[in-house]
C-alpha cells in the first residue's frame, strides 16, 4: 500500500471522527459533536473508497 496525500487526509478525518463521537459520548451523549463525528467519519470513508483503485492500478 502506497503512501499518498489522500490516505492521509482519511487517516486525520477518521481520528477526528473518533474523537468527536468520543467526546459526544463522554458528555451524555451531546448531539451536536456526535453528529459532527459521524459526518467526518462518513467523509473518510469516501475518501479511502477513493483511494482503494489506485492501490491496484499498474505502474
Do not use: Y
Not at 473518533?18 to 463525528?37: E, Y
Amino acid at each position: 500500500m502506497g503512501a499518498n496525500p489522500t490516505q492521509a487526509q482519511g487517516i486525520l478525518l477518521f481520528l477526528i471522527a473518533f474523537v468527536l463521537i468520543a467526546a459526544g459520548l463522554a458528555s451524555g451523549g451531546s448531539f451536536v459533536p456526535i453528529m459532527a463525528g459521524l459526518a467526518a467519519l462518513g467523509v473518510s470513508c469516501v475518501l479511502f473508497l477513493k483511494c482503494k483503485p489506485w492501490e491496484h492500478k499498474e505502474d
